[in-house]
């Protein structure tokens, strides 16, 4: 079955704009996370989503990182008054949500944002 | 909270012999740690993983052990070919259900030279 897909693939921005950053998880899966990832580095947890909820935001680096998942499905990242620093692939991860077991979370291939 | 420390951040090897990855973790309380193999341009993909109730599991050429005391863990690759180079990262987390926050090492590139 398809994967988890993230649009654009690439981003370049300038300094200052708003950029959304799209992900289409695994059908049925209820669990979403976002993830950036800093060239060289390994991922860092932003957010997580069980369904529509933000069920822990805590890894958002500050009030210009906002996101939202309106019908449990696809989400979307924005990032308000881009600066250079925001730069990184951005990943989205899906996973079943079994609360006996440890549910694999499955990447999608990201995101490359670029803030000139 | 949780840190993740992984090495080494290179590593060459000729195809045929063994590859070793070295993770340290903080957090007494994590419980799950995968790991993930990631290809330029890809996301990470899962390759194996280990609970804290055992202390090695093997898949075929790969094997994790854990050290539970120690708070480490390694990946085995044995018999490395071509097609495992990539970047590998281990994780660890703490929860059982709900939010897995996944925290990551640094990640080691490796190189199989032919």
């Known amino acids: 079955g398809a994967g988890v897909s993230q649009t654009p693939s690439n981003k370049v921005t300038e300094k200052g704009k708003y950029v959304e950053l799209r992900c289409d998880p695994i059908?049925?899966?209820?669990?979403l996370y976002w993830y950036r990832q800093s060239l060289g580095q390994g991922p860092e947890f932003l957010i997580y989503f069980q369904g529509t909820g933000a069920a822990d935001d805590s890894g958002l680096p500050n009030d210009r990182f906002f996101a939202v998942r309106p019908e449990g499905s696809v989400s979307t990242l924005k990032i308000q008054r881009t600066e250079r620093g925001d730069s990184a692939v951005y990943l989205c991860?899906?996973?079943?949500?079994?609360?006996?077991?440890?549910?694999?979370?499955?990447f999608g291939p990201g995101t490359r944002l670029t803030v000139l | 909270g949780e840190n993740v420390e992984q090495h080494p951040s290179t590593l060459s090897v000729q195809e045929g012999d063994s590859a070793v990855i070295k993770c340290t973790y903080s957090?007494?309380?994590?419980?799950?740690f995968p790991w993930y193999k990631q290809e330029l341009g890809k996301g990470p993909q899962l390759i194996i993983d280990i609970r804290s109730n055992v202390g090695e599991k093997k898949d075929q050429r790969i094997a994790v052990t854990l050290n539970k005391t120690a708070k480490h863990f390694s990946l085995h690759i044995t018999e490395t070919q071509p097609e495992d180079s990539a970047v590998y990262f281990c994780?660890?987390?703490?929860?059982?259900?709900?939010?897995?926050?996944?925290?990551f090492g640094q990640g080691t590139r490796l190189t199989i030279n032919p």
């Open positions: 994780a660890a987390t703490r929860r059982l259900g709900g939010a897995q926050k996944l925290v």
């Open positions: 957090d007494s309380a994590s419980n799950y």
């Open positions: 059908s049925g899966h209820t669990a």
């Open positions: 991860a899906s996973s079943d949500q079994d609360r006996r077991s440890y549910n694999e979370q499955f």
